[in-house]
């Protein structure tokens, strides 16, 4: 029989989520258009969200987040945001002087119903600069379908076939990671001498150094030539289902550029399976150097084994993190007990349900959950270990857990965002904060029973 708190957050999660474990698709959106080269992202709606999003990103990359908004007022609710986007615009490229403007929804402008390609089509949009969009209503899906909105934008707006054989060259869209990730990703790109076109790319962005001199818009993100230009490349990589999916089947769609949708490099065989579709792809062989840092991961993980061998874990975040971090921590031989992402959607239950019988191992798992429920899974049935952003953190003091902060949003802690996940340098890292949580819970636990025996 159920306990009468479960009766009552069920009796909740029929009307709605209580502390989601997700935010609104603009925040995703943004992200994404950060991404290209000189490039300024555009809210159509209301000033408080666009400084919601910004802040948002702000506080877990600690660098400062730009973008514009339409600024609606009680008038633009009622009778819609043409005009406003129309000057928005006109003032964006006259004051901040972006080369690309990526205008993105919000709520109030999608349940108005404003008109975007017949908005940006009536506006003065000088010759030499561009304006394009995406839909992000913030009711429906999450911040990862905001970046995969965003994405696939760029791919409709952008991509274009022009040589009649195609480039040895390969997309690679590396899904909603840190820019730290997107670097990793690219030095393993770079070890295999492969001709690539990553984008969105926000290393170099929201990861810029310090100079002493304020720069708009850094140095980093994808050029506007090479988004252009991935319409002739011979094969796409999407890193991820929910992030990246659909910008590469609509390359393929528009471009009949094949493309291969991956799981994100996170652990050991989901960096193998990224490193042998390239292999196919036309690559000759994988070097020393890549081969060496698989063996020193593997010799990590049989080290020390023995630190998380057995250990319960519950894991939160993003559904394309957690699969191939649950994937990861099963080859560590650990034991998922409680998977959960606030992001809607079946195929994520679905693909996390077949490791675990793989694995002989039942958990409770849930799309589109949040974190009411996520907690009262814990209480019924204790973990090891937590994983998750910054908003496990509740739970973790409540049940006197460890937590490891992966993911979307890290709000109470720096440089997270320069170090990589992914990648066997990744997998290294992970392993690291695995075991030196657990040592680190053994030793608190061993100090308190020395404690009682003196008492």
């Known amino acids: 029989m159920l306990d009468n708190t479960t009766k009552e957050i069920r009796e909740r999660k029929s009307k709605g989520l ?28 209301s000033q408080g969200c666009c400084s919601y999003h910004r802040m948002h990103l702000t506080r877990h ?57 017949s908005i940006i089509g009536g506006s003065e949009v000088p010759e030499d600069k561009i304006v394009f969009y ?60 492969i001709r690539y076109i990553m984008f969105p790319d926000t290393s170099g962005v929201v990861d810029a150094p310090m100079t002493g001199e304020y720069v708009m818009f850094p ?64 690559v000759s062989k994988v070097p020393a150097e890549l081969e060496e840092e698989r063996g020193q991961l593997v010799d990590i993980m049989t080290d020390t084994h023995f630190h998380f061998h057995g250990k319960k874990v519950a894991i939160f975040g993003d559904p394309d993190v957690v699969i191939s971090t649950t994937e990861f921590l099963l080859s560590l031989g650990m034991v998922p007990v409680h998977v959960l992402t606030g992001t809607p959607g079946e195929s994520f239950v679905k693909t996390i349900t077949e490791m675990l019988d793989h694995a002989g191992l039942k958990a409770n798992v849930k799309a589109g959950g949040d974190l009411l429920m996520f907690h009262q899974w814990i209480k019924n049935e204790p973990v090891d270990l937590l994983i998750g952003n910054t908003y496990g953190k509740y739970i973790a003091r409540a049940e006197d857990l460890p937590l490891i902060r992966i993911g979307f949003p890290v709000l109470d802690r720096s ?38 025996l003196v008492m």
Do not use: W
Not at 134 to 162: C, D, E, I, L, R
Not at 423 to 447: F, H, T
């Open 18 to 45: 209580i502390n989601p474990a997700k935010t609104c698709q603009p925040v995703g959106a943004m992200y994404a258009a950060l991404g290209i080269y000189k490039c300024l992202p555009h809210s159509h709606g």
């Open 61 to 117: 990359f600690r660098d400062p987040i730009m973008a514009s908004t339409s600024s609606f007022t009680e008038g633009a609710s009622v009778f819609g945001g043409a005009a406003n986007l129309k000057a928005s615009i006109r003032n964006v490229f006259t004051i901040y002087n972006p080369d690309v403007m990526a205008v993105h929804t919000t709520c109030l402008s999608e349940t108005i119903g404003d008109d975007l390609p």
């Open 134 to 193: 995406a839909n992000t209503p913030s009711y429906h899906g999450s911040h990862v379908t905001g970046f995969s909105n965003m994405t696939k934008g760029m791919v409709q707006h952008f991509s274009t076939a022009t040589e009649e054989e195609k480039k040895e060259q390969v997309n690679v869209i590396p899904g909603f990671v840190n820019p730290g990730d997107m670097r990793e990703i690219k030095r393993i790109l770079s070890l295999m001498k």
């Open 219 to 282: 140095e980093g993100g994808t050029k506007i030539e090479d988004l252009k230009d991935t319409g002739n490349s011979k094969a796409t990589i999407s890193m991820g289902l929910s992030a990246s999916a659909d910008a590469g089947l609509a390359l393929e769609k528009k471009c009949r550029v094949p493309n291969y949708t991956l799981n994100t490099p996170i652990g050991v065989k989901a960096t193998d399976e990224f490193i042998m579709k390239l292999l196919k792809i036309g």
């Open 415 to 452: 440089v997270h965002s320069y170090l990589p996940i992914v990648g066997y340098k990744g997998a290294m890292r992970i392993v690291e904060m695995v075991s030196n949580a657990l040592l680190d819970r053994a030793d608190r636990d061993a100090a308190d029973e020395d404690f009682e």
